[in-house]
């Protein structure tokens, strides 16, 4: 009973939507007040309505309820309540049903906390975002619907892919849809403003929080993504630029120039157009991302579906919601030009070229990841793009963006003086030149490359820190004074210092990790060592364990230094009957600044057993940075100029048009 009102909510839900979509768009373009407040409530209505199908789904899985279709296939009685639960999200029709809650809660949000938005542009923020639910509504009650039922009612379920029962997939997939779908808030608003044909510094500050609580959970969601590739498939590596890997970094590159970009359109009411683009490319990224997992057109251990007609459905709604964007771009754009001036050499010359960089490197992942697929059905020919093509196209866009990130901030806004915003770095020159050489003298000249990768970290880092240092006036005020700066800044600027100083280290941990990673490949017997980066590990043997639904066979690893022990690692090959499937757990031995990581192979019929066994120095940086980027994102979020939402106008009367800030708000 309880799975037929989930279904039957998804049905309310799509009517809802569908007059969501209409009616407060006729009552924006009519100057109906009551049409237009529609809007709020409407959104509110189709959460709620979403929210009972979607915990209607978590129940039978929580229950083990076998006679759904969905439960069946994807879940089994002894599992863990953590993974039955996050066993909703691993499968496709339960990760759509994800997918259109998250949407309908960002609408909601808007509903509830855009209340200082102009009713008119409310209304038609949330009338775009029901066009988009209507879309996949229908999706999921055509072609995905989760609540099918079984007859016969099988005994048990098929049990969940034992490489997804990890608890950081149980919130990795949750994490990127808050990424994903949240760009669509961003995609809502540009083609609202659209319509209405204004964009104005307001606009922006109101685009700019959805944006950041966007980039902040798809930031979030890669990381995880890419730890759980690091410890659980047991290759040692951390991203391989998988094409389901590059569907979700692509949105990630442009929603970072993104929000780059609707900085320039609040300060210097500039780059209107080119905002707007962004915003409707990064919701088109995602959309790519939804097609590339379900339409079966790719094989990865990322993709939930391999219906062509599940495919032809989402690309029909990518081409109908990117199209229909872009022309609607097309028409209204030119209504959108002038703002201010700048000069190349300024604050805002310096985030265009930002904006140019990433969106360049968006395009050149997008082209590595979509060549095959064009070339395959155009010619019947297959090719694979990997690694190599990566490193070579991409690494050397991002050095002169992150070059530049490091003098952008030293320019002032309209017009700058370079020489004069270089000559304010030169501890990050110092810096920058004493990693090289200190990097150069520890590890021979065969490290030139990895001694500039840490030499641009220690750059972007040390840059960083001098703006920080600059304006709280460190080194020139008493330390009282420029603690009272620190505590004065906005928590923007914090943001920006953590999330840039966050990138610095992420920088780090990707160059160590890639320069001086040690592996060794052995066939071990019980008894033997084996040298690795300064460490002895010991096989002591194998022991086979029972879990509660697995067996596996566990060694049993000594790590010592200097002939102390100095931890025990035990690298399992679980086998799961259920499913009859196997997987890799992966011991490692951390310190932040290094990861001694093990995986156990097969046996070799006489006794011995294949280890791989790695030294990863930095590796834990990128995670680490990744963390502080992500945290500097949310700072952020919590500045009262995004809480506001935009500039109070003056009083006096309909003439008086400037803006004045309001009381204790600080200027950046």
Not at 255 to 277: C, Q
Request: charged share 15%; net charge positive.
């Amino acid at each position: 009973m309880i799975a037929e009102i989930g279904h039957f909510a998804l049905i309310l839900a799509l009517c809802v939507a569908a007059l969501q979509a209409v009616v407060p768009l006729v009552g924006a373009q009519r100057g109906d007040p009551a049409l237009t407040a529609w809007a709020g409530p409407a959104a509110l209505t189709q959460l709620l309505f979403v929210g009972i199908a979607f915990f209607a789904l978590t129940h039978a899985y929580a229950v083990s309820d076998f006679s759904l279709a969905n439960v069946a296939a994807n879940s089994h009685s002894l599992k863990p309540l953590l993974y039955k639960i996050s066993g909703v999200w691993s499968n496709h029709e339960g990760s759509m049903l994800l997918w259109v809650f998250i949407l309908a809660l960002f609408g909601a949000a808007v509903a509830l906390f855009g209340r200082n938005l102009p009713p008119s542009l409310r209304a038609r923020v949330l009338a775009v975002q029901a066009m988009i639910g209507v879309g996949f509504l229908l999706f999921i009650l055509f072609t995905s619907n989760p609540f099918e039922r079984l007859w016969p009612v099988p005994a048990d379920g098929a049990g969940l892919n034992p490489i997804l029962r990890d608890p950081g997939l149980a919130f990795h997939p949750p994490f990127l849809y808050l990424g994903y779908v949240g760009f669509s808030i961003a995609f809502c608003f540009a083609i609202a403003a659209l319509i209405e044909g204004r964009v104005d510094p307001a606009w922006a500050r109101w685009v700019r929080p959805w944006t950041l609580a966007a980039w902040c959970a798809l930031t979030i969601g890669i990381a995880m993504g890419s730890w759980w590739a690091y410890y659980t498939l047991g290759w040692g590596g951390w991203w391989f630029w998988d094409p389901v890997e590059n569907a979700s970094f692509l949105p990630w590159l442009v929603g970072t120039a993104l929000l780059h970009s609707a900085v320039v359109v609040e300060k210097r009411d500039a780059l209107k157009p080119w905002t707007i683009l962004l915003a409707i490319i990064a919701f088109s990224m995602s959309l790519l991302g939804t097609f590339l997992v379900r339409s079966g057109v790719l094989s990865s251990v990322h993709a939930f579906a391999t219906d062509p007609m599940r495919g032809v459905f989402i690309l029909a709604l990518l081409s109908l919601y990117t199209g229909g964007a872009l022309a609607l771009f097309a028409w209204r754009a030119p209504q959108l030009a002038g703002g201010g001036l700048f000069a190349p050499i300024s604050r805002e010359g310096g985030l265009l070229l930002n904006n140019l960089l990433l969106t360049t490197a968006a395009a050149t992942v997008l082209i590595g990841t979509l060549y095959p697929l064009f070339l395959d059905v155009i010619a019947k020919q297959k090719v694979s793009v990997g690694p190599p093509f990566f490193n070579m196209t991409f690494v050397p866009i991002m050095v002169p963006l992150l070059v530049a990130m490091a003098v952008g901030p030293m320019l002032p806004w309209k017009r700058g003086d370079l020489p004069a915003a270089l000559s304010r770095l030169k501890f990050a020159y110092v810096a920058t030149a004493a990693v090289a050489l200190a990097t150069l003298a520890a590890s021979g000249a065969r490290s030139i490359g990895a001694a500039c990768g840490l030499a641009l970290a220690a750059w972007v880092f040390s840059a960083t820190m001098t703006e920080l240092a600059e304006r709280v006036r460190l080194f020139v005020e008493p330390i009282g004074a420029v603690l009272r700066r620190a505590r004065q800044l906005p928590r923007a600027s914090w943001g920006m210092t953590l999330a840039h100083a966050g990138m610095a280290v992420v920088i780090a941990g990707i160059t160590g990790s890639t320069a001086w990673t040690e592996e060794r490949i052995v066939n071990a017997r019980p008894g033997q060592s084996f040298e690795l980066a300064g460490y002895t590990i010991a096989f002591d043997g194998v022991n086979e364990v029972l879990g509660p639904d697995y067996t596996a066979t566990r060694a049993d690893l000594r790590l010592l230094r200097d002939g102390v022990a100095i931890a025990t690692l035990h690298p399992e090959k679980r086998f799961y009957p259920v499913e009859n499937s196997s997987v890799t757990g992966v011991a490692i031995r951390t310190n932040l600044m290094a990861d001694v990581y093990a995986v156990v192979g097969d046996s070799d019929g006489s006794g011995g057993y294949v280890l791989r066994l790695y030294h990863n120095p930095l590796v834990p940086w990128i995670w680490l940075g990744a963390a502080v980027m992500a945290f500097g994102g949310l700072v952020s979020l919590t500045d009262r100029r995004h809480r506001i939402g935009a500039p109070a106008r003056r009083a006096g009367g309909p003439n008086r048009r400037r803006f004045r800030r309001r009381p204790n708000e600080v200027a950046e």
